[in-house]
């Protein structure tokens, strides 16, 4: 079970930091993601990290700007989002699995309900 928060509406150019809670203690064996889907288009990979979270792994439109970390105590995983821009309105999913394969895929065992951000120009 995944519950993302801390998305809303922002200017471009600003930080934004979302968060996705687990509630299983077997939290720390699963690779987590980042997707979001933007009006009229499909839903797309934003950012995995690993179940270890040493490593990690981006979109290229984000890398350097979002960065993804996890507590593997508080079962959280975290988006932070910076140098926001209009094209990064979306609604983001939080999503997980055992396998880094399937990751940066629909594939992924489970998935939050989404948090929109919304990045005003």
């Known amino acids: 079970h995944l519950v993302e928060s801390g998305g809303g509406l922002v200017q471009a150019g600003d930080s934004l930091r979302l968060s996705c809670a687990a509630s299983a203690p077997t939290f720390t064996d699963y690779n987590m993601a980042w997707f979001r889907q933007s009006p009229g288009k499909e839903r797309e990979f934003v950012a995995a990290i690993d179940w270890s979270g040493t490593g990690d792994y981006y979109e290229a439109s984000v890398k350097g700007r979002f960065f993804i970390s996890r507590d593997n105590v508080n079962y959280m995983v975290y988006l932070q989002m910076n140098n926001v821009q209009p094209e990064d309105t979306a609604i983001y999913y939080c999503?997980?699995?055992?396998?880094?394969?399937?990751?940066?895929?629909?594939?992924?065992?489970?998935w939050g309900q989404g948090t929109q951000v919304t990045v005003s120009s």
């Open positions: 999503a997980g699995d055992l396998n880094w394969g399937r990751i940066t895929t629909e594939l992924n065992e489970y």
